[in-house]
């Protein structure tokens, strides 16, 4: 079986290691887009379009299959990206504290005119913060290139009680429907890795 190579449209490595781990064979190719959210733009269309975007552009540049991924943390309806400072990350982590929030991760396939978007909500409760523990954890410097500026695959795990969703999806990919949509594309992990 030959094997379809493909591009990631990502600099983000949760998502290179993701792919890499599960025997994927690409190349990165990163697009810096804008991140800004439309007037009223819901968190779930807003992630779709980005992550459709950026595949978009990874395909148009290198004329080859593109995957795009895009994650947001979202509550009460609200879209919190990445933090811009230690203030920001602070409003987002005690927004965050002691209830529940979703983390939409949206990925993107395009091959040539044929294009297929997924996306998974994890329900992610965290527990109670102060602004004390938010100022320490923003100084850890972990915080800083995450949506609602946590990583729950690092430090911030201690911050998750309860998930109910996609692990993978929080982190920035969300496996098995990635495995489901790239598969649909005809793309699968080298032999070694096939499982
Ligand atoms: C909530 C959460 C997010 N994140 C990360 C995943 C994403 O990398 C990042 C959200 O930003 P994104 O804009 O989705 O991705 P990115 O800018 O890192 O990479 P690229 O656009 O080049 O693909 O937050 C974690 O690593 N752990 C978490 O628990």
């Known amino acids: 079986m030959t094997t379809v190579t493909f591009v990631l449209a990502s600099r983000s490595p949760r998502r290179v290691q993701l792919l ?3 025997g994927y064979v690409f190349d990165c190719l990163p697009v810096d887009l804008p991140e800004v959210p439309g007037p009223g733009e819901a968190p779930l269309a807003y992630a779709r379009r980005l992550a459709l975007d950026k595949a978009r552009a990874a395909q148009a540049r290198s004329g080859r299959p593109a995957l795009g991924a895009d994650t947001d943390v979202s509550i009460d309806g609200r879209i919190l990206g990445k933090p811009r400072d ?3 990350a602070c409003a987002m982590l005690l927004a ?3 209830r529940s929030h979703q983390v939409i991760s949206a990925v993107a396939l395009v091959d040539g005119s044929r294009e297929a978007v997924i996306a998974t909500t994890t329900e992610v409760e965290f527990v109670s913060l102060d602004r004390a523990q938010a100022l320490a954890y923003w100084a850890s410097g972990e915080p800083a290139d995450k ?3 946590y990583a729950i695959q690092g430090l911030g795990g201690r911050y998750v009680r309860a998930l109910r969703g996609s692990y993978s999806g929080v982190v920035g990919l969300p496996l098995a429907e990635t495995a489901e949509l790239l598969a649909q594309f005809g793309i699968h992990p080298g032999p ?3 499982v």
């Open 192 to 194: 070694a890795a096939s």
């Open 20 to 22: 890499r781990e599960q």
């Open 96 to 98: 965050l504290a002691d």
């Open 147 to 149: 949506a609602g500026a």
């Open 86 to 88: 230690a203030e920001d």
